[in-house]
């Protein structure tokens, strides 16, 4: 059977995505789950990450900086 596990992440401008426990810290929340998961071997364990506003803030940040932005040269828009 497959468990579930909920990390508590924040973000932090020094080290990156930063999990409370287990104490993992990564560069992008995809490398901080693939941490986890290996740590937690061989149990079969789904990683959900619970980010806080600022690990949120910092998500979305990423997400939007690189999709061109309408009326701006090279666009279709």
Do not use: H, N, Q, W
């Not at 909920?6 to 560069?27: H, I, K, M, Q």
């Not at 992008?28 to 803030?57: C, Q």
Request: hydrophobic share 40%; glycine share 8%; charged share 30%.
């Amino acid at each position: 059977m497959t468990e579930k596990l909920f990390v508590d992440v924040t973000y932090e401008v020094e080290r990156g995505y930063v999990a409370r426990s287990p104490p993992v810290v990564a560069l992008s929340l995809g490398g901080l789950r693939r941490k986890i998961e290996a740590l937690m071997l061989p149990d079969d364990v789904v990683v959900m990450l619970k980010l806080d506003k600022t690990a949120r803030l910092e998500r979305d940040r990423r997400r939007l900086a690189g999709r061109p932005r309408p009326g701006f040269a090279g666009t279709s828009a």
